[in-house]
């Protein structure tokens, strides 16, 4: 609860006290500050004295490297590092390209466009996902890339459709023809989606630019255009469309404000419902995604959400009834059976 983790660690706290007031309160919490990396392991062994029967935490990566060696079957670490004996719950555990990925294939596209900032962050990921993509030979995804600082955003759409090629025909023509003659460019529709891998800001400069170019087809995003003020019910009309991979508590934050309180929330439900999820248990009523258990390992799975005409997320309809068909909609915790398959593989 010092330095420059505070904030972070104050919202994952306020968001486990908001699902403990939210249970029944048959448990106790006490909460330690593991600032000090050198007393981490103190600091631990000292709850463990006063009788903690879970521990959840530490949240950085360099504090859990000072547990490595805690062989704990109750002991949840809000982080992510190798090979170690408790189970690890990271914030960052969706596998969004996967997801992508998925849904692509379901919608049977070839060709996909990618933009990006050169941000490592959405770099990384935009260069798994065409990687991924194109592992399948009969598939195709270009990439454009521009600065994350002063970008020049009509140019990289622009670059990525190859308006210039277009412009250099009519330069061309005209200087053939020694004439001016109405020039409208002809850019390259043969992409199925597009991706743009950015914040919200970002992407609705580029969405208008869609019906300059008459480009007509889906825009996707990633978990960036998420709120991060999840009480912030502004308006994004620039958005209308863009489909995108989110937290489910964006849909419904409650009493929520951010995605750190989420995750804070959902570390409290994993461990009120560890037993369950041991031996398959997929936790549906996870702020932070479908939540379910892999060796030692929490994963999320995100949902698809777009932006409605008036600019408000909403759920995408089409897979909202599936999921309300399958009953995932109302949220509970089924242990592993073949119905629990279903969803699984639906859910994809």
């Known amino acids: 609860f010092q330095g420059k983790y505070s904030q972070v660690s104050q919202q994952i706290r306020s968001g486990m006290l908001k699902a403990f007031f939210a249970s029944d309160q048959s448990t106790t919490l006490k909460f330690y500050d593991s600032f000090q990396l050198d007393q981490v392991e103190s600091i631990y062994q000292q709850a463990k004295q006063e009788g903690a029967d879970f521990v959840i935490g530490p949240l950085r990566k360099e504090a859990l490297e000072q547990l490595a060696n805690v062989e704990d079957q109750n002991l949840l670490a809000l982080n992510k590092i190798e ?65 994350n600082d002063n970008p020049k955003l009509r140019d990289a759409l622009a670059s990525m459709i190859n308006v210039q090629a277009s412009q250099s025909r009519y330069d061309t023509l005209r200087w053939a023809t020694g004439q001016t003659l109405s020039f409208y460019p002809r850019t390259r529709q043969d992409f199925d989606a597009i991706v743009i891998l950015d914040n919200r800001n970002r992407i609705a400069v580029f969405k208008p630019q869609f019906a300059f170019f008459e480009l007509k087809v889906p825009v996707y995003g990633s978990s960036a255009l998420s709120p991060k003020n999840l009480q912030d019910n502004r308006s994004y ?61 929490f994963n999320q799975k995100l949902v698809w959400a777009q932006y409605n005409k008036q600019g408000l997320i909403e759920p995408i309809p089409e897979l909202l009834k599936v999921k309300n068909a399958m009953g995932l909609s109302k949220g509970y915790l089924r242990e592993q059976n073949t119905e629990t398959e279903s969803l699984r593989n639906i859910d994809n």
């Open 83 to 147: 090979a170690v004996p408790f189970y690890q719950f990271s914030f960052k555990s969706a596998d969004e390209v996967s997801q992508m990925i998925d849904l692509f294939t379901q919608h049977n596209y070839r060709n996909i466009g990618i933009l990006t900032n050169d941000h490592r962050t959405e770099k990384s990921k935009a260069e798994a996902l065409q990687q991924a993509w194109q592992a399948d030979s009969k598939r195709t995804a270009t990439l454009s890339v521009y600065p």
């Open 237 to 297: 009309t620039d958005l209308k469309g863009v489909q995108f991979l989110t937290y489910p508590v964006a849909l419904n934050p409650g009493e929520l404000t951010s995605i750190f309180e989420a995750f804070g929330s959902d570390s409290f439900q994993v461990v009120t419902q560890l037993n369950k999820m041991r031996i398959g248990g997929l936790l549906t009523t996870g702020k932070t995604g479908l939540l379910s258990l892999e060796g030692q390992t």
